[in-house]
């Protein structure tokens, strides 16, 4: 996907939307789009260094307003806090991951889409423990199996239907299928030629 003004605007309005969404009021905990935007922006556009952009700084926008938010009393999450460097380098991950999306089909995006979701879960989960943040579970084998169970409980209590462990792994499914559903959408039916469509 080449960058142009269209793309550009495109992207904005994305990045704007994906911002406001992620701090909607009762959204459920992990069923954001972020996720699926890196893996979209490290699969989809060539120029490597805007696939960074594209979630970085939805991600960004979106801590910004949970900060805002915050500090006038109108949520109870914190935009910036310490430790979330992590987030943002774990999103920068998952769109290197995006760059071994080469063909795109269905398949292929639901299984890099799982795939993606279980690293992040896994590392995200693992630097909680290795910082000693959440529960301050011991530095040993049980002590990050109990972190890995601490965050599978947190989904399972906060999740999009209580009592259910998948939200990380339904949201980017939902939004992975929302984005490169669009793109192929908008690809098959307004930038090819009609010529070729007859």
Known sequence: MKLNKSVLIAFGLLILSA???????GRPFGFAPQ????LFAGAMIKDKRWAFVLPLLSMFLSDALYQVLFIN????????????????????GVVLF????????????????????VLFFLAS?????????GLGRPKTFDG?????????????????VKGFYGNLFIGDLFFCGVLFGTYYLIHRTILTPKHLLA
Not at 19 to 25: A, I, K
Not at 35 to 38: D, F, G, P, R, V
Not at 76 to 87: A, E, K
């Open 98 to 117: 995006g760059f071994l999306l080469k063909k795109i089909t269905v398949l292929r995006v639901a299984g890099f889409s799982l795939a993606g979701s």
């Open 73 to 92: 009393g109108l949520t109870d999450i914190q935009g910036f806090y310490t430790g979330q460097w992590v987030n943002y380098l774990l999103i920068g």
């Open 144 to 160: 990050l199996m109990m972190c890995y169970y601490d965050g599978i409980a947190f989904f399972r209590d906060y999740g999009l």
């Open 125 to 133: 989960n693992f630097m909680v423990w290795f910082g000693g943040g």
């Open 19 to 25: 911002s406001l969404y992620r701090t909607w009021p």
């Open 35 to 38: 996720m699926a935007m890196a």
